[in-house]
């Protein structure tokens, strides 16, 4: 299970979404449950405006499942 060693604070750009934060730190959009629950708040939120300040964890200990193709393990 991945751990987190920290936060990263951000401002969103109009159109942001979890997932595609996750895909642009993670390179794996279905992380994006751990940016969520870092931010509470606005889990209601499916497409954020500019601006919004948010908490993306800094994950370490992330297992690959080994389902995922080969393409997609390169970090």
């Known amino acids: 299970m991945p751990e987190i ?3 990263q ?6 159109g942001d979404t979890f997932d595609k934060l996750a895909l ?3 390179n794996d959009e279905k992380q994006a449950a ?3 629950r870092s931010n509470l ?3 209601d939120v499916l497409i954020f405006g ?3 300040e948010i908490k993306v964890p800094i994950l ?3 297992e690959l499942p080994e389902t995922l193709p080969p393409w997609r393990r390169a970090t």
Not at 9 to 14: A, L
């Open 5 to 7: 060693t920290g936060y």
């Open 9 to 14: 604070t951000i401002r969103t750009i109009e």
């Open 24 to 26: 642009e730190f993670y």
């Open 34 to 36: 751990w940016i969520i």
């Open 41 to 43: 708040d606005y889990c």
């Open 50 to 52: 500019a601006g919004t």
């Open 60 to 62: 370490t200990n992330v």
